[in-house]
């Protein structure tokens, strides 16, 4: 219980420290107990998670992934009269989306897209599973290249709109979806469907950054750069610099669909 209070005046205020707090009293109560407790491992994960979210510290997902898988495992082993809680599993195939991120193998997005599948079927009105298997589906597809996939997350996009079409965090992720397959479509010579996605993904991007989707601003100035539209482009490097949504200057560098705005002189 302390361990909670730390964390959600941590989460709260966004501070760091009282979320190691939590994070170290999660580990004493677990290595205390008679028995590891589902509830307490999953805390420790969200915990975990949390703080690397605030530190930008993609590590930190690695012990938290492994806390999730814990708290299912322990649970289907010694709890088999009680359902698990769908909790669990949601955040279990979060972190296996991250970790995609962290190192790099598109077997993570592959196995976090089949638990978020898992959960949503379960529980079709899931909407937080919904929007993040949008995202790892978006993920999964762009690591492979494979369009399904990408197309299968523009339905759950299409689904979130439907409850909100303000969401500025969903209509960014679903302009970003957009943007990939545009890209993945003019590349492969298929210009038609490619400028399509391309005008969809401008649309929705717009509108993410007209209801305050600060992240909107960077993928508009890629949008732009892959158009070779550099005037705008610089404009929304320069709006996403403004609200201190640009990534670090190591990923702009990375970033290949700012090689044409990147070549300019202007």
Same mark, same amino acid.
């Given at each position: 219980?302390?361990?909670? +209070?730390?964390?959600?005046?941590?989460?709260?205020?966004?501070?760091?420290?009282?979320?190691?707090?939590?994070?170290?009293?999660?580990?004493?109560?677990?290595?205390?107990?008679?028995?590891?407790?589902?509830?307490?491992?999953?805390?420790?994960?969200?915990?975990?998670? &949390?703080? @690397?979210?605030?530190?930008?510290?993609?590590?930190?997902?690695?012990?938290?992934?492994?806390? !999730?898988?814990? +708290?299912?495992? !322990?649970?289907?082993?010694?709890?088999?009269? #009680?359902? +698990?809680?769908?909790?669990?599993?949601?955040?279990?195939?979060?972190?296996?989306?991250?970790?995609?991120?962290?190192?790099?193998?598109?077997?993570?997005?592959? &196995?976090?897209?089949?638990?978020?599948?898992?959960? #949503?079927?379960?529980?079709?009105?899931?909407?937080? +599973?919904?929007?993040?298997?949008?995202?790892?589906?978006?993920?999964?597809?762009?690591?492979?290249?494979?369009?399904?996939?990408?197309?299968?997350?523009?339905?759950? !996009?299409?689904?979130?709109?439907?409850?909100?079409?303000?969401?500025?965090?969903? $209509?960014?992720? !679903?302009?970003?979806?957009? $943007?990939? $397959?545009?890209?993945?479509? #003019?590349?492969? /010579?298929?210009?038609?469907?490619?400028?399509?996605?391309?005008?969809?993904?401008?649309?929705? $991007?717009?509108?993410?950054?007209?209801?305050?989707?600060?992240?909107?601003?960077?993928?508009?100035?890629?949008?732009?750069?892959?158009?070779?539209?550099?005037?705008?482009?610089? /404009?929304?490097?320069?709006?996403?610099?403004?609200?201190?949504?640009?990534?670090?200057?190591?990923?702009?560098?990375?970033?290949?669909? #700012?090689?044409?705005?990147?070549?300019?002189? @202007?």
């Amino acid at each position: 219980s302390l361990g909670i +209070a730390h964390y959600t005046l941590g989460e709260m205020t966004q501070d760091a420290i009282l979320l190691e707090n939590a994070i170290a009293l999660f580990e004493n109560s677990a290595k205390h107990a008679k028995h590891p407790n589902s509830e307490t491992l999953n805390n420790w994960g969200i915990a975990l998670m &949390k703080l @690397s979210e605030m530190t930008d510290d993609l590590s930190l997902v690695v012990p938290a992934s492994e806390k !999730f898988e814990q +708290a299912i495992a !322990f649970h289907q082993k010694n709890r088999k009269d #009680l359902a +698990a809680d769908p909790e669990w599993f949601y955040n279990y195939g979060c972190s296996l989306d991250y970790l995609g991120d962290y190192y790099q193998d598109p077997s993570y997005y592959e &196995k976090a897209v089949q638990i978020l599948t898992q959960v #949503l079927h379960q529980y079709p009105n899931y909407t937080q +599973a919904r929007y993040n298997l949008a995202v790892a589906l978006t993920h999964f597809g762009d690591a492979t290249g494979e369009v399904e996939l990408i197309e299968n997350s523009l339905h759950h !996009f299409e689904e979130l709109i439907k409850e909100d079409n303000e969401d500025e965090t969903v $209509l960014c992720d !679903f302009g970003l979806a957009l $943007l990939t $397959l545009s890209d993945i479509h #003019l590349q492969s /010579h298929a210009f038609t469907q490619g400028k399509k996605y391309f005008e969809d993904s401008e649309a929705k $991007l717009l509108h993410a950054a007209a209801q305050g989707s600060k992240n909107a601003y960077y993928w508009l100035a890629c949008l732009y750069s892959l158009n070779m539209n550099y005037p705008e482009s610089i /404009h929304f490097l320069e709006k996403a610099q403004d609200h201190d949504a640009l990534p670090s200057l190591e990923e702009l560098e990375a970033e290949v669909w #700012l090689e044409g705005v990147k070549t300019t002189s @202007s």
